[in-house]
């Protein structure tokens, strides 16, 4: 079946300006996450959502970061007023619940900010 | 807080030359710990997930080994192929996230 899928795949912008991501998770998955990995970092968790739970947002490093997902469905994860330190990969993966459960990684997007 | 330590950062093996890759972790509550492979310019691909001490798991070339406090991945006559960078992650306690390494960056050269 088809895996977790990330659009766009590549993104530049340049500072200042605002972007959206895009991920669907798989078909089924009630849990979604994003993560960001920055060169030479490992991958850093930003935030969690699960059915229709508040999302757990303890991960976000600023106000100028914001997620929203429609029902179980597609995410999007916003950056506002871009610095050159958002510039890194920002992943997203799905899995069946939250628990103990295995999560799938799309390809990723690969943000570089200007 | 959760913490994960994989080493050594970069290991270059020949090809069927055998070894081992480590991942120590501090976690309150561990719900499972996670293989992932990734190669470059890709998103991680999964491989194992083990939940409790003294459990291993099997895929090919691979095994995976967890105690209360690290986790191995043992490589068995790697080929080229097997190149990649290895992370290691956990879930713990109530949060629902995976802490991660930093990764082993594993070179297999014919």
């Known amino acids: 079946g088809a895996g977790v899928s990330q659009s766009p795949s590549n993104k530049v912008t340049e500072k200042g300006k605002d972007v959206e991501l895009r991920c669907d998770p798989i078909s089924g998955h009630t849990a979604l996450y994003w993560y960001r990995q920055r060169l030479g970092q490992g991958l850093e968790f930003l935030i969690y959502?699960?059915?229709?739970?508040?999302?757990?947002k303890s991960g976000l490093p600023s106000d100028r970061f914001s997620a929203e997902r429609t029902g179980e469905s597609v995410s999007t994860l916003t950056i506002q007023r871009t610095q050159q330190e958002d510039s890194a990969v920002y992943l997203c993966?799905?899995?069946?619940?939250?628990?103990?459960?295995?999560?799938?990684f799309g390809p990723g997007t690969r943000l570089l900010v200007l | 807080e959760d913490q994960v330590t994989q080493s050594p950062e970069a290991l270059r093996l020949q090809e069927g030359e055998s070894s081992s890759l480590n991942c120590s972790y501090t976690?309150?509550?561990?719900?499972?710990l996670f293989w992932y492979r990734q190669d470059p310019g890709k998103g991680p691909e999964f491989l194992f997930t083990l939940y409790s001490a003294g459990e291993e798991k099997e895929k090919e070339r691979l095994k995976a080994t967890l105690t209360k406090k690290e986790s191995f991945l043992h490589i068995t006559a790697p080929k080229p192929e097997d190149s990649a960078t290895y992370l290691c992650a956990v879930q713990g306690g109530s949060n629902y996230k995976l802490t991660f390494g930093k990764g082993t960056l594993l070179t297999v050269n014919p």
């Open positions: 976690v309150s509550g561990l719900r499972g």
């Open positions: 959502f699960q059915g229709n739970s508040a999302p757990d």
């Open positions: 993966a799905s899995s069946w619940t939250g628990e103990g459960e295995t999560q799938y």
